[in-house]
């Protein structure tokens, strides 16, 4: 099984997350932050992979050491339970459409971290949520499991419809990035014979 549990605490979060790859799209995920909770359980759901959150973090002083350090933890448990990215695809794409939104997502996990981000955010806050932060949290997804994904906003007018995309989009490109390839099961996907 794909699966991985990493705890982290710091003065800013303490953070237990548990990742199974090879789930329904089961979510429980309490963050006490509800917009990155809302994204997180779509993400699960999307991606078909089961996911549990608990995190408590310095809210009073605003959301983004909560969603930046819930990145850095989801990414962790992605590249452990990929372990040596043996038999994987590596590669998944996605064109999403959320209304009016439409959002490009791409992933090579490539071992290479790079966060392609080019996405307009026409308001600064959904709720009390500020946009920026879903940058944030990719990019500290990207630094812990190291690869290239990329965000192209071809569509959008309203703030939760693209952000919406994006973790929709995302999870199903990582969904296929790490899909098993059938018939390699033992290969590395790259000429290098490694990706780690």
């Known amino acids: 099984m794909r699966t991985a549990t990493i705890i982290r605490n710091t003065q800013e979060t303490q953070i237990t997350l548990t990742l199974s790859l ?4 089961k979510a429980d995920v309490a963050t006490g932050c509800g917009f ?3 994204m997180l359980e ?3 759901r999307h991606g078909r992979f089961d996911l549990q959150v608990r995190c408590t973090g310095d809210l009073r002083v605003d959301a983004h050491h909560t969603v930046e350090d819930c990145g850095i933890v989801l990414g962790r448990a992605f590249a452990q339970a990929l372990g040596d990215l043996r038999g994987i695809c590596r590669y998944g794409s996605m064109l999403l459409p959320m209304d009016e939104a439409l959002v490009l997502c791409a992933a ?3 071992g290479r971290a790079y966060l392609g981000w080019q996405v307009e955010l026409p308001a600064q806050k959904v709720g009390d949520f500020d946009t920026e932060l879903a940058k944030e949290f ?3 997804f990207v630094r812990s499991c190291p690869g290239a994904l990329h ?3 071809l569509a959008g007018e309203n703030t939760h419809h ?3 995309a994006c973790f929709k989009g995302m999870a199903r490109a990582l969904r296929g990035a790490v899909a098993p390839e059938k018939g390699f099961e ?3 996907p790259s000429t290098k014979g490694t990706l780690i």
């Open 36 to 38: 990155l909770d809302h």
């Open 22 to 25: 090879d789930g329904r799209g």
């Open 42 to 44: 779509l993400f699960a």
């Open 138 to 140: 990719w990019l500290a």
């Open 151 to 153: 965000f192209r906003q």
């Open 186 to 188: 033992d290969e590395i």
């Open 108 to 110: 090579d996990l490539s």
């Open 162 to 164: 693209i952000l919406e």
